[in-house]
């Protein structure tokens, strides 16, 4: 079965500084790749997604992600984080009509 | 255009006691999609349904029932609540299986405990 794996659980940050969280999955056909955000008290927004073509994907807020096939992973990365990006963030991966959803990383941004 | 909402936003149960979680659409998508999110384990799903009338079972589906009667609205029912299910339940839906149709649009949550 498909899983995956957001190895960074808690991760902070000052401002300013560069963002990298770690996306991994397990199945090696075709996906559909996203990332999900969740500010404080707030439902789940789609921050970017991939299914095809470039594998450099650019979401809202300056948010990117790097779809590496042969490493199954789909890594998000910011290069200036502000504070208004504290938030949990979730991977997700679509198969069959059914997302799989990573265990999330939570980021704190320091003023 | 109100998008996913959800009924109610939060909610006290006593161990055993019943409840129905209310989502409705106004997008017009098929798929509609029952999730629970739990500290360190993400969003788990519950229950999904692939159109009106259809239901099905995702990963957690024990204790849980759903209906979808009308397109737009997909029920979440809990007939004998136990602290177990104490967790923020999120909606989902979206148009369709494939490309860019599988992206989900998320509820605001329903924050449930269960004493």
């Known amino acids: 079965a498909q899983s995956v794996s957001q190895h960074n659980h808690h991760v902070i940050l000052s401002e300013a500084a560069s963002l990298e969280l770690g996306c991994n999955y397990s199945?090696?056909?075709?996906?559909?790749l996203f990332w999900y955000v969740q500010y404080p008290g707030q439902h789940l927004q789609l921050l970017l997604k991939y299914f095809s073509g470039d594998p450099l994907v650019k979401g809202i807020k300056g948010f990117e992600a790097e779809f590496i096939k042969s490493k199954f992973s789909f890594n998000l990365r910011k290069p200036s984080v502000q504070w208004s990006d504290t938030a949990e963030y979730f991977c997700a991966v679509c198969q069959g009509g059914k997302l799989i959803f990573g265990q999330g990383t939570e980021l704190s941004v320091k003023p | 255009n109100a998008g996913v909402t959800q009924t109610p936003k939060f909610r006290v149960l006593k161990t055993g006691q019943s409840m129905t979680l209310l989502c409705a659409q106004d997008?017009?998508?098929?798929?509609m999609y029952w999730y629970r999110q739990d500290p360190g384990m993400g969003l788990r799903l519950i229950h999904y349904s692939v159109g009106e009338g259809t239901t099905a079972k995702g990963e957690v589906p024990d204790g849980y029932n759903v209906s979808r009667l009308k397109k737009q609205n997909f029920l979440l029912g809990l007939e004998s609540a136990a602290p177990s299910q104490t967790s923020v339940y999120f909606c989902?839906?979206?148009?369709?299986?494939?490309?860019?149709?599988?992206?989900?649009?998320f509820g605001p949550g329903t924050r449930l405990l269960v004493l």
């Open positions: 997008m017009n998508h098929e798929y």
């Open positions: 989902a839906s979206s148009k369709g299986l494939a490309g860019v149709w599988e992206t989900q649009y």
């Open positions: 199945y090696g056909g075709t996906v559909n």
